[in-house]
């Protein structure tokens, strides 16, 4: 029986205009053009006791060892809800503290791993100076980190300092405020897209705002909400017919590039079909178009809501993410636990249906070249395959050998390959060792940059404070080198 707040909003549901319909669709308050009444509203109009509204809270970075697929940790996670909104622990004017101080203990524990684990970068512990190496002791009193090994290195070294004193403090406010036990409004995603209303794809400004996410009016509001967002919009922004990337002048994109992404957008970017629920509006469908994420580590155990953001980009067409690397599961072992290896399910592959109606996402705890090599994905195609690589460190040293097998694979798809980097530094490696390894096999699809969509939050590496940089701060791609048919002129 339906109940009478229900009752009463049937009956002005046909005064609502049609753009109003879908704004209160988008926030849940409609169901199949019915209004929509809350499972906390409906334990309050039957006197049932309701629960306070929890809270999703998102921990900061833990160890950044490298960029290496191995050495890479978890960059972001989940924490369990709790049954209530959690206990405010620091107020927005009360978020800089040392780290060795801090009143959070997971930063603590932070400070004592860095303390133990990264060395001082004085000169006289570099080769051949006076003193042997040292780790960091000394805390700045300006960014709250460990930086030297004590209070003369610090003041020595002061104006090399003070290149990034600004950034780690930075870093430091922010990983207070993550555990600062307030809620965020930044994490509230936006829903579907309206037909007619197009994305614009300029700079993160004009995407949320286009996107219709709630309003970010604070800098570190951004900087979070970006932190978490980076990964699908960055894969959106390069596949997208509205991508910022194109061949004019500045936009990078190379006449190959041009060839590849047109031929995957048409998949992405389908005529509508003018199919409906009943069987004469019944229409054949493509398959998905398939994203592999390989050497996958945070971005597997980023909550869903995150990834189903790539869907409302493309929300005619069906997606279907893969992540495979070895650590594809890390830190969710309680989550699901890995299936066993059958011979309908060979590689032990996690599938999570319908997180989106028009998106899947599978998971596989393997290294690519293995799986390539049992042609478990064939055959490929360049309108539906795509690989994303995010801060691979195809040419760090601990980690190039195991990219060693899986370039020659990837090259032979000729599907775009998308790579980010940390740093200008980390990409421009990573572009030498793909020139050094597959030179003359491969085309570049877009020229090395900054990503449009990077992470506005810097991150710290916890073996070397030194060491600052934003994820997915560069974006480029590149595919197999393919060879035009030529005929032989007849004498």
């Given at each position: 029986?339906?109940?009478?707040?229900?009752?009463?909003?049937?009956?002005?549901?046909?005064?609502?205009?049609?753009?109003c319909s879908v704004s209160l669709a988008r926030q849940g308050r409609l169901s199949n053009g019915v209004p929509h009444v809350s499972q906390l509203q409906r334990r309050s109009l039957s006197g049932k006791r309701s629960r306070t509204r929890q809270a999703i809270i998102f921990p900061g970075p833990s160890v950044r060892a490298g960029p290496g697929p191995v050495s890479k940790r978890l960059s972001s996670g989940v924490a369990q809800p709790s049954e209530s909104r959690p206990t405010r622990v620091l107020s927005p004017d009360d978020l800089f503290h040392s780290f060795t101080n801090s009143p959070i203990p997971e930063i603590r524990r932070r400070a004592a791993f860095i303390r133990q684990h990264a060395s001082c970068p004085h000169h006289d512990h570099q080769p051949g100076g006076a003193m042997a190496p040292a780790h960091v002791d000394f805390e700045c009193p300006d960014c709250g980190i460990p930086v030297y090994c004590s209070?003369?290195?610090?003041?020595?070294?002061?104006?090399?300092?003070l290149e990034i004193c600004d950034t780690l403090r930075q870093i430091n406010e922010d990983d207070h405020d993550?555990?600062?036990?307030?809620?965020?409004?930044?994490?509230?995603?936006?829903?579907?897209?309206?037909?007619?209303?197009?994305?614009?794809?300029?700079?993160?400004?004009?995407?949320?705002?286009?996107?219709?996410?709630?309003?970010?009016?604070?800098?570190?509001?951004?900087?979070?909400?970006?932190?978490?967002?980076?990964?699908?919009?960055?894969v959106g922004s390069v596949i997208h017919e509205l991508s910022p990337y194109n061949i004019k002048a500045g936009g990078r994109?190379?006449?190959?590039?041009?060839?590849?992404?047109?031929?995957?957008?048409?998949?992405?970017?389908?005529?509508?079909?003018?199919?409906?629920?009943?069987?004469?509006?019944?229409?054949?469908?493509?398959?998905?178009?398939?994203?592999?994420?390989?050497?996958?580590?945070?971005?597997?155990?980023?909550?869903?809501?995150?990834?189903?953001?790539?869907?409302?980009?493309?929300?005619?067409?069906?997606?279907?993410?893969?992540?495979?690397?070895?650590?594809?599961?890390?830190?969710?072992?309680?989550?699901?636990?890995?299936?066993?290896?059958?011979?309908s399910n060979p590689f032990g592959a996690i599938v999570e249906d319908r997180v989106w109606p028009t998106m899947k996402i599978s998971t596989i705890v393997d290294y690519y070249h293995t799986i390539h090599r049992t042609g478990y994905f064939y055959p490929y195609d360049p309108y539906f395959d795509c690989f994303v690589l995010f801060h691979p460190g195809l040419g760090h040293p601990a980690s190039s050998?195991?990219?060693?097998?899986?370039?020659?694979?990837?090259?032979e798809t000729k599907a775009p390959i998308i790579v980010t980097g940390y740093t200008q530094a980390d990409m421009q490696r990573d572009i030498d060792w793909v020139n050094k390894t597959a030179a003359g096999e491969f085309d570049v699809l877009l020229e090395p940059g900054e990503n449009r969509f990077r992470s506005l939050r810097w991150d710290l590496n916890d073996l070397d404070p030194q060491d600052v940089s934003a994820g997915n701060w560069g974006v480029w791609a590149f595919r197999g080198k393919r060879y035009e048919t030529t005929r032989k002129s007849e004498e």
């Open positions: 029986m339906a109940l009478p707040a229900e009752l009463a909003a049937r009956s002005a549901l046909s005064k609502i205009c049609t753009r209070k003369e290195h610090w003041a020595d070294d002061y104006e090399a300092h993550l555990r600062s036990g307030r809620f965020f409004p930044e994490f509230e995603y936006a829903g579907p897209q309206l037909d007619d209303a197009l994305i614009n794809m300029t700079n993160w400004d004009t995407f949320l705002y286009t996107r219709e996410f709630n309003a970010v009016n604070d800098d570190r509001s951004m900087r979070q909400a970006t932190r978490l967002l980076t990964y699908p919009v960055t994109l190379t006449v190959e590039g041009l060839k590849s992404f047109s031929a995957l957008r048409y998949t992405l970017h389908p005529p509508k079909s003018g199919g409906g629920m009943d069987v004469k509006g019944l229409r054949v469908e493509s398959p998905a178009v398939r994203i592999f994420i390989l050497g996958a580590r945070a971005e597997s155990s980023l909550p869903r809501d995150v990834w189903v953001q790539l869907a409302h980009l493309f929300p005619r067409s069906r997606i279907h993410l893969i992540f495979i690397g070895p650590e594809s599961m890390l830190n969710r072992d309680d989550e699901f636990p890995l299936p066993p290896r059958t011979a050998h195991e990219w060693e097998e899986t370039l020659p694979m990837l090259l």
